[in-house]
């Protein structure tokens, strides 16, 4: 069973940036596809970036790419999404996921069985 728990979200504004950590235990996320989702009030989940289980191939959705950067440290079990330029409509909680098989649709939040509880990212304008 892997556990995730995300941490790093909180209140900031306009421009500004953020680090999230998602910390996985119960086992060793290298060799896994790792992903970030959030989700804003009255809206549905929604993809935001994907690491490759190699590790080498990302992928991020439109409206964060050139702001976020997702990234692993092996050592430390732990995966990081890095937010600059912040904007309002980054608003959302944010959420970090990861599979046991290692292809998968990285885009979609029904491919990932483990998911963390979630951690509240807040941009005021």
């Known amino acids: 069973q892997v556990q995730l728990v995300e941490s790093g979200g909180g209140l900031v504004q306009a421009g500004g940036s953020l680090r999230l950590s998602c910390v996985a235990s119960g086992r060793t996320i290298a060799g896994y596809a790792m992903g970030w989702f959030r989700q804003a009030p009255g809206a549905e989940r929604e993809f935001v970036a994907a690491?490759?289980?190699?590790?080498?191939?990302?992928l991020y959705s439109d409206s964060v790419k050139g702001r976020f950067t997702i990234s692993r440290d092996n050592a430390r079990n732990t995966v990081y999404l890095q937010m600059n330029s912040l904007k309002p409509e980054d608003t959302a909680v944010y959420y970090c996921a990861t599979d046991s098989r290692r292809n998968i649709v990285f885009t979609r939040s029904s491919e990932y069985a483990y998911w963390g509880q979630g951690t509240q990212v807040t941009v005021s304008s």
């Open positions: 690491l490759s289980w190699t590790g080498f191939s990302t």
